[in-house]
């Protein structure tokens, strides 16, 4: 089991990742959502916001409007770092129940072309 601060980590560098990407890319595919991903083994929830311009920070604090996500990622601590390191493919970790995604039809769709 990772740590909380290697999780931080791993989304810190998810961000950077996301920073990367072509920016067409980002705004054919990309509408401001928020995101929630929850580290299923260590009871912690981060939060962070996609939008044109990237992926914001995630924080362990909630977005202070009290909504709920729009995309909810549930996971455990050592795949959230294999899959951040490129370790672990996201389709088949979705396959295998190793990634758990609650989102809109739409929304799956734009993350893989994104992912």
């Given at each position: 089991m990772a740590s909380v601060e290697e999780c931080r980590a791993a989304l810190v560098k998810l961000v950077a990742q996301f920073d990367e990407l072509d920016s067409e890319a980002?705004?054919?595919?990309?509408?401001?959502r928020t995101?929630?991903?929850?580290?299923?083994?260590?009871?912690?929830?981060?939060?962070?916001?996609?939008?044109?311009d990237g992926l914001d920070p995630f924080q362990e604090e909630p977005p202070a409007d009290g909504r709920p996500a729009d995309?909810?990622?549930?996971?455990?601590?050592?795949d959230l770092i294999a899959l951040v390191e490129g370790e672990l493919d996201l389709a088949r970790a979705l396959?295998?129940?190793?990634?758990?995604?609650?989102?809109?039809?739409?929304?799956?769709?734009?993350?893989?072309?994104l992912l």
């Open positions: 980002r705004a054919k595919h990309v509408v401001e995101i929630s991903c929850r580290i299923s083994d260590l009871d912690v929830i981060f939060y962070g916001r996609l939008h044109h995309v909810k990622l549930t996971i455990v601590s050592n396959l295998g129940g190793r990634v758990k995604i609650d989102a809109s039809f739409g929304d799956l769709l734009r993350l893989r072309r």
